[in-house]
């Protein structure tokens, strides 16, 4: 009997974070954390068997890296060289010989002699003074943790691993995870952890897959091989579902892809409301390969590329000439005529392997982002010299993240007086007078708006930092989503404040956080004047169609009349009824405000 048919369905509600459904099979993700545990051994023959078996992970881990190195080949930008060094970590007669040398003096397991070793070696690696060759024992330390799985047996698995075309479903995913289903036949995924804003989330718009996080438990109530449905739109996972469902979901699947391909027709059309004024829509990127989607669906600029995704999933830190190289695409993109390149905004939760970013305790208030690059000049450079290159490609312009004050713009603006100094005393072309805008992300830039505006030439609002700073909550926290309100009366203050000094001091205010891509938004967003927009791309037809059947006139009016509202319950409640009314054919009924 088939397995399925044992099973109960099973619904569960979540935080639907990309649209669109699928239906398939499902691929549980085992990710459990692998702990060295101390065993005394009582004798010789426990020894040899102790020895046997290191010596058979490291064949088996040599094996892995070689595989690697094969998939590697072909593929640009990875760094194969590392992987070389791994093997040769591996290969160092001397590292064998003392784990063995730690089995035997102290009678215990594989696993307990080689995290000695390891601390061994971090001792060793802690007295050089050279910063690079310090830094490699984190090398040593991949190379044992690839042991230490080999030797418990247990893989730890990565979603490159995974075969076919499934349903991932898992405890957690980093935005690394999600990158990587980009280039694997991954159909959707369902978590039990995570938020509406988290990168994960946005990675998984940007690779327009469905998904839905915060299921608590999903991991406990699916197995591999079960049938799954993931309805991103409506933020529902059903699993093992009856004929019948399966069949209501197909139906509105196709439903979905026929409004989204109607929506799609006029999606070049400019963005202007009935009564005149244009509102200047552009893409969020993560990826270069974006681009044509961007276009295709509407986008004619970039209005914010989060240049830290070139960080990630990388071994070393990327060159001037890789940043270069992704800006100039970007830039001189077929259909795109203006490029808003923010500079990395690492930390919170976005990692990278080798950035020299510590461990932090709370680490979306921690050094990232500006501060991060303040403290970090070198690194800073690197990237400003190639976005300056690029931008003698076409009109681009440069976005300062997590701006909290006027000191961290005069630190980054002399950065970027010194960096074109150099560039020029070089003959290298740039545009002199790329614009600086910043992202009003941090409650104290708000506050401080009008000292800010004198000293840049935008401002982009990054509602998804904003909302969390503002409310105090955690973005990627599936338990407080119920907070997270883009709609909340304080944020629509805090916007309408920002776009009005910003108006005064003659400076554009866009908005690039996940709330401008959210259509039952646009209304309010077009009332409060907002000059532009930008959003994941798979948005941007929708909104462009609602901009074009309003009028500034009567959205100002609908803003007006929320603004007198004391919660954001309400204020939800007046745009839904609002919404519902006036553009009945956008609105299905479980759409939810991100
Ligand atoms: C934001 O905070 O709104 C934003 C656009 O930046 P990110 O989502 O990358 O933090
Ligand atoms: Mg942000």
Same mark, same amino acid.
């Given at each position: 009997?088939?397995? =399925?048919?044992?099973?109960?369905?099973?619904?569960?509600?979540?935080?639907?974070?990309?649209?669109?459904?699928?239906?398939?099979?499902?691929?549980?993700?085992?990710?459990?954390?692998?702990?060295?545990?101390?065993?005394?051994?009582?004798?010789?023959?426990?020894?040899?068997?102790?020895?046997?078996?290191?010596?058979?992970?490291?064949?088996?881990?040599?094996?892995?890296?070689?595989?690697?190195?094969?998939?590697?080949?072909?593929?640009?930008?990875?760094?194969?060289?590392?992987?070389?060094?791994?093997?040769?970590?591996?290969?160092?007669?001397?590292?064998?010989?003392?784990?063995?040398?730690?089995?035997?003096?102290?009678?215990?397991?594989?696993?307990?002699?080689?995290?000695?070793?390891?601390?061994?070696?971090?001792?060793?690696?802690?007295?050089?003074?050279?910063?690079?060759?310090?830094?490699?024992?984190?090398?040593?330390?991949?190379?044992?943790?690839?042991?230490?799985?080999?030797?418990?047996?247990?893989?730890?698995?990565?979603?490159?691993?995974?075969?076919?075309?499934?349903?991932?479903?898992?405890?957690?995913?980093?935005?690394?995870?999600?990158?990587?289903?980009?280039?694997?036949?991954?159909?959707?995924?369902? $978590?039990?952890?995570?938020?509406? $804003?988290?990168?994960?989330?946005?990675? *998984?718009?940007?690779?327009?897959?469905? *998904?839905?996080?915060?299921?608590?438990?999903?991991?406990?109530?699916?197995?591999?091989?079960?049938?799954?449905?993931?309805?991103?739109?409506?933020?529902?996972?059903?699993?093992?579902?009856?004929?019948?469902?399966?069949?209501?979901?197909?139906?509105?699947?196709?439903?979905?892809?026929?409004?989204?391909?109607?929506?799609?027709?006029?999606?070049?059309?400019?963005?202007?409301?009935?009564?005149?004024?244009?509102?200047?829509?552009? *893409?969020?990127?993560?990826?270069?390969?974006?681009?044509?989607?961007?276009?295709?669906?509407?986008?004619?600029?970039?209005?914010?590329?989060?240049?830290?995704?070139?960080?990630? =999933?990388?071994?070393?830190?990327?060159?001037?000439?890789?940043?270069?190289?992704?800006?100039?695409?970007?830039?001189?993109?077929?259909?795109?005529?203006?490029?808003?390149?923010?500079?990395?905004?690492?930390?919170?939760?976005?990692?990278?392997?080798?950035?020299?970013?510590?461990?932090?305790?709370?680490?979306?208030?921690?050094?990232?982002?500006?501060?991060?690059?303040?403290?970090?000049?070198?690194?800073?450079?690197?990237?400003?010299?190639?976005?300056?290159?690029?931008?003698?490609?076409? =009109?681009?312009?440069?976005?300062?993240?997590?701006?909290?004050?006027?000191?961290?713009?005069?630190?980054?603006?002399?950065?970027?007086?010194?960096?074109?100094?150099?560039?020029?005393?070089?003959?290298?072309?740039?545009?002199?007078?790329?614009?600086?805008?910043?992202?009003?992300?941090?409650?104290?830039?708000?506050?401080?708006?009008?000292?800010?505006?004198?000293?840049?030439?935008?401002?982009?609002?990054?509602?998804?930092?904003?909302?969390?700073?503002?409310?105090?909550?955690?973005?990627?926290?599936?338990?407080?989503?119920?907070?997270?309100?883009?709609?909340?009366? *304080?944020?629509?203050?805090?916007?309408?404040?920002?776009?009005?000094?910003?108006?005064?001091?003659?400076?554009?205010?866009?908005?690039?956080?996940?709330?401008?891509?959210?259509?039952?938004?646009?209304?309010?967003?077009?009332?409060?004047?907002?000059?532009?927009?930008?959003?994941?791309?798979?948005?941007?037809?929708?909104?462009?169609?609602?901009?074009?059947?309003?009028?500034?006139?009567?959205?100002?009016?609908?803003?007006?009349?929320?603004?007198?509202?004391?919660?954001?319950?309400?204020?939800?409640?007046?745009?839904?009824?609002?919404?519902?009314?006036?553009?009945?054919?956008?609105?299905?009924?479980?759409?939810?405000?991100?």
């Amino acid at each position: 009997m088939d397995e =399925n048919e044992l099973k109960a369905t099973i619904a569960l509600k979540g935080i639907g974070v990309s649209p669109g459904i699928v239906i398939g099979s499902a691929y549980v993700l085992n990710r459990q954390d692998i702990k060295e545990t101390l065993y005394k051994l009582s004798g010789g023959g426990e020894v040899s068997r102790e020895i046997k078996r290191f010596r058979k992970s490291l064949r088996n881990s040599r094996q892995e890296l070689l595989d690697i190195k094969t998939d590697l080949k072909d593929r640009k930008g990875i760094g194969s060289l590392l992987v070389d060094v791994h093997i040769m970590i591996l290969d160092d007669k001397t590292f064998a010989r003392n784990v063995i040398k730690n089995i035997k003096d102290h009678c215990v397991n594989a696993e307990w002699a080689l995290k000695m070793t390891l601390s061994q070696q971090r001792e060793i690696f802690d007295r050089i003074e050279d910063d690079y060759l310090r830094e490699r024992i984190k090398d040593v330390e991949y190379v044992g943790q690839r042991i230490l799985i080999n030797l418990s047996g247990k893989a730890l698995e990565r979603v490159s691993d995974i075969e076919g075309e499934v349903v991932v479903v898992a405890r957690d995913l980093s935005p690394a995870d999600t990158v990587q289903m980009s280039t694997r036949k991954i159909l959707g995924f369902a $978590t039990d952890i995570g938020g509406k $804003t988290s990168h994960t989330a946005i990675v *998984a718009k940007s690779i327009a897959i469905p *998904a839905v996080v915060g299921l608590e438990k999903i991991t406990e109530e699916v197995n591999t091989g079960n049938v799954i449905i993931v309805d991103g739109t409506a933020g529902v996972v059903i699993v093992n579902p009856d004929p019948e469902v399966i069949k209501r979901y197909e139906d509105k699947k196709r439903h979905y892809l026929v409004m989204e391909e109607d929506m799609l027709k006029d999606a070049h059309l400019p963005a202007v409301t009935a009564d005149g004024r244009s509102v200047g829509v552009g *893409a969020n990127i993560e990826f270069v390969e974006e681009i044509p989607s961007a276009v295709f669906h509407g986008a004619n600029g970039v209005g914010l590329y989060r240049t830290e995704f070139i960080y990630i =999933n990388k071994e070393q830190l990327p060159t001037e000439e890789e940043h270069f190289s992704s800006y100039k695409k970007v830039i001189v993109g077929e259909g795109i005529k203006w490029a808003t390149i923010r500079t990395f905004d690492l930390g919170g939760d976005k990692f990278v392997s080798d950035a020299g970013l510590a461990e932090e305790m709370n680490p979306v208030m921690g050094l990232r982002a500006i501060r991060f690059c303040l403290q970090e000049v070198e690194l800073f450079k690197v990237q400003l010299r190639a976005i300056l290159r690029a931008s003698a490609y076409g =009109n681009t312009g440069i976005l300062l993240p997590m701006i909290s004050g006027v000191k961290e713009i005069m630190d980054a603006r002399n950065i970027i007086d010194e960096v074109k100094g150099e560039l020029l005393s070089e003959g290298i072309p740039i545009d002199e007078d790329i614009k600086i805008g910043i992202m009003i992300e941090v409650p104290s830039a708000v506050i401080m708006a009008e000292q800010l505006a004198e000293r840049v030439d935008f401002f982009s609002i990054g509602t998804n930092d904003l909302i969390q700073y503002v409310l105090a909550i955690d973005r990627v926290n599936e338990r407080v989503t119920y907070l997270y309100k883009p709609l909340h009366p *304080a944020i629509l203050r805090m916007i309408r404040q920002v776009v009005d000094v910003g108006h005064s001091a003659g400076i554009k205010v866009a908005m690039c956080g996940e709330m401008a891509g959210d259509p039952l938004c646009t209304p309010i967003l077009l009332g409060l004047e907002l000059d532009g927009l930008s959003m994941t791309p798979l948005a941007i037809p929708r909104v462009k169609k609602i901009i074009r059947n309003s009028t500034v006139k009567e959205s100002k009016e609908l803003l007006e009349k929320v603004m007198t509202f004391p919660t954001a319950q309400e204020i939800e409640e007046c745009v839904r009824d609002y919404m519902v009314q006036r553009f009945p054919e956008f609105c299905p009924v479980d759409w939810q405000i991100t």
